[in-house]
Structures are given as structure tokens and as C-alpha cells.
């Protein structure tokens, strides 16, 4: 099974409005990645958080990190139509591995 | 500067074929990884290799095997292909070094593989 899981699935928003999506895992981490991928092309980096960081900001860009639950949240804020693209977490050690991603569309 | 390159970009394979995917990163990148993602579905985790000269399995390795020729190319061969094998594969590659494990991985564009 997958070491990350994602929720929501598929999260549908106007352009303008946050979009928040959470990644759970399973086993302890180095640190966690995000990733953005559109219409099934290669994965752009995002976002890094350490294990031992809380919350880390980049631009539209907000994430945080709990490891005691092992969860972690996404926020963009004010979303544009660009925005529209699948989302993954990835959790690293030596090896990284994906959640199934949430699907976002931005309806501008 | 062309990143991580994936050849070839399509496949069609019978069923029982065999075949190799290229990967080749000019980052010089030391942890590099193969991944198939199925349709709607996130990245799965086939094999990876965290430094030359050695290789591990990833989270569906079954069916596949895979050769760190050198630093900067890691190949996957599928030695007798199944319909279930039709996917897109990504190779990804990333840095190890001062900043440890606390670096971003660089995807190359995918093969889209399908077997008949």
C-alpha cells in the first residue's frame, strides 16, 4: 500500500478561494515533500517541510506538518485556474514514496 | 541543462516481450527512482537507488528489474512484459550530500508503456 494518503480525492473551488488538502502517512519520516503534477506530465517540487519544522511558508504556499499524527496539510491560497493539477505528498527517507494525490480544479 | 531524461517517450509492447527504459540524469545526482503511476492513481515506488552500486526495492517491484549502470544512469527492464505492466513510468533523480536527505527529487517526462 501507499505511505501517504491524501484527502480530498478531488477538490473542486473558484478562483480566488483557498484550497486545503491533507496527506496522512505511516511511518516516521526525514521529511515531507509536496508535489504538482498537470495532465500526467513529470512531478514539479513544491515544498519541503522537515521533520522537526511545524509550518513552512512559500509564496501562495502554506504547509504544515504534525508528526505525532502523522499528518500534514497544503493550503494555496487564492487560487488561480492555473492552479488546476493533481497534488502528491511524498514522504522521504532513503527511499520517497507518493500518496495518491488530490485532484484540484480551480473554476475561474 | 536537461535534468532527468527518459527514453523512449512511448512503448508498445506483446505480451512476453521484454524491453529496458532508460533513465539518465546530468545533475549529478547520487539517489535516483522508478515509479509507475496507473490511471487516477498517485506514484508507486518500484525499486530506487539511494547511492551508485546499490539498488533496493520499492513498494511493486515484482515483474522488473533494475541496473545503476554508473552516477548518472539507472535503467529498468521488464523481462517478459504482462497487460497489467501498462503504465506510465517516471524516473526521478535526487541530490544526497550537505543537505542529506533534505533535497527535492526532479522527475523526467515519462514513458508511456502499453502491452497487448
Known amino acids: 500500500s501507499q505511505q501517504g494518503e491524501e484527502d480530498p480525492q478531488a477538490l473542486s473551488i473558484q478562483e480566488g478561494e483557498n484550497a486545503t488538502m491533507n496527506c496522512s502517512y505511516k511511518?516516521?519520516?526525514?521529511?515531507l515533500q509536496w508535489y504538482r503534477q498537470n495532465s500526467g506530465r513529470g512531478l514539479v517540487h513544491l515544498i519541503l517541510?522537515?521533520?522537526?519544522?511545524r509550518e513552512k511558508h512559500s509564496g501562495r504556499l502554506r504547509v504544515t506538518l504534525d508528526t505525532s499524527k502523522k499528518s500534514s496539510s497544503l493550503l494555496i491560497t487564492a487560487s488561480r485556474a492555473a492552479d488546476t493539477a493533481s497534488y502528491f505528498c511524498?514522504?522521504?527517507?532513503?527511499?520517497?514514496?507518493f500518496g495518491a494525490g488530490t485532484r484540484l480544479t480551480v473554476k475561474p | 541543462n536537461a535534468g532527468v531524461t527518459q527514453t523512449p517517450k512511448f512503448q508498445v509492447l506483446k505480451t512476453g516481450q521484454s524491453m529496458t527504459l532508460q533513465c539518465a540524469q546530468d545533475?549529478?545526482?547520487?539517489?535516483m527512482y522508478w515509479y509507475r503511476q496507473d490511471p487516477g492513481m498517485g506514484l508507486r515506488l518500484i525499486y530506487y537507488?539511494?547511492?551508485?552500486?546499490?539498488?533496493d526495492k520499492g513498494e511493486v517491484p515484482n515483474g522488473y528489474n533494475v541496473s545503476r549502470l554508473n552516477k548518472r544512469e539507472f535503467s529498468l527492464r521488464l523481462e517478459s512484459a504482462a497487460p497489467s505492466q501498462t503504465s506510465v513510468y517516471f524516473c526521478?533523480?535526487?541530490?544526497?550530500?550537505?543537505?542529506?536527505?533534505?533535497?527535492?527529487?526532479?522527475f523526467g517526462q515519462g514513458t508511456r508503456l502499453t502491452v497487448v
Open positions: 526521478a533523480s535526487r541530490a544526497r550530500g550537505w543537505g542529506g536527505m533534505n533535497t527535492e527529487a526532479f
Open positions: 511511518t516516521s519520516i526525514n521529511n
Open positions: 517541510i522537515r521533520s522537526n519544522e
Open positions: 511524498a514522504t522521504v527517507n532513503n527511499d520517497m514514496r
Open positions: 545533475m549529478n545526482h547520487n539517489s
Open positions: 537507488s539511494a547511492s551508485e552500486g546499490t539498488t
